[in-house]
T-cell receptor, first 111, second 116 residues
Framework: AQRVTQPEKLLSVFKGAPVELKCNYS??????LFWYVQYSRQRLQLLLR??SRESIKGFTADLNKGETSFHLKKPFAQEEDSAMYYC?????????????FGKGTHLIIQP | DAGVIQSPRHEVTEMGQEVTLRCKPI?????LFWYRQTMMRGLELLIY????????DSGMPEDRFSAKMPNASFSTLKIQPSEPRDSAVYFC??????????????FGAGSRLTVL
């Protein structure tokens, strides 16, 4: 069975400092990885997906199959980045399978 | 489009009572998912439907939980009888059919359930 691990429940950094939210996964196939974000009093929403290879709100994430990781990074944190971040995995094979989520990391950006 | 619509937003009930949570997916999305969020366990997939058919209900915790999708625009998650450990936020999400966008879930605002 697949599993997603986010080792940090809480991460606090100062504004302007670099941010890295860790995500490791276990799955025997080729997964698709996502980062979802939930801002205060807002819905859970997609931040980025590895197949898009894009930067969203300054965040990037690279899939490292050797290390089975998909860490989320941003070089300079902003106060509006404070939110809950969830790493998620979908099994390969097509179709709309349910995502397996990590337990989430609460990111707090201090002024 | 108003997005995925869930009701009620908040429900407080007593142990032993029946609870019904409702979800209206985005029009045109043919996959629907029910998740439960707790502090201890994070987001857990309970069940999902493709074209109104339940595909995987292995995440449903026990027989007290049941879900239905009678048509493409409506789904319910029922807990009978409810217990205090069922207290959580229940999210509904939907996605497009297989292909581009199939893997991107759009979430509802959630239903916060408190069982006393």
């Amino acid at each position: 069975a697949q599993r997603v691990t986010q080792p940090e429940k809480l991460l606090s950094v100062f504004k302007g400092a670099p941010v890295e939210l860790k995500c490791n996964y276990s799955y025997s196939g080729s997964p698709e990885l996502f980062w979802y974000v939930q801002y205060s009093r807002q819905r859970l929403q997609l931040l980025l997906r590895h197949i898009s290879r894009e930067s969203i709100k300054g965040f990037t994430a690279d899939l490292n199959k050797g290390e089975t990781s998909f860490h989320l990074k941003k070089p300079f944190a902003q106060e509006e980045d404070s939110a809950m971040y969830y790493c998620a995995l979908r099994r390969s094979g097509g179709g709309a399978d349910g995502l397996t989520f990590g337990k989430g990391t609460h990111l707090i950006i201090q002024p | 489009d108003a997005g995925v619509i869930q009701s009620p937003r908040h429900e407080v009930t007593e142990m032993g009572q029946e609870v019904t949570l409702r979800c209206k997916p985005i029009s045109g999305h043919n996959s629907l998912f029910w998740y439960r969020q707790t502090m201890m366990r994070g987001l857990e997939l309970l069940i999902y439907f493709n074209n109104n058919v339940p595909i995987d209900d292995s995440g449903m915790p026990e027989d007290r939980f049941s879900a239905k999708m009678p048509n493409a625009s409506f789904s319910t998650l029922k807990i009978q009888p409810s217990e205090p450990r069922d207290s959580a936020v229940y999210f509904c999400a939907s996605s497009l059919p297989a292909g581009a966008g199939a893997n991107v879930l759009t979430f509802g605002a959630g239903s916060r359930l408190t069982v006393l």
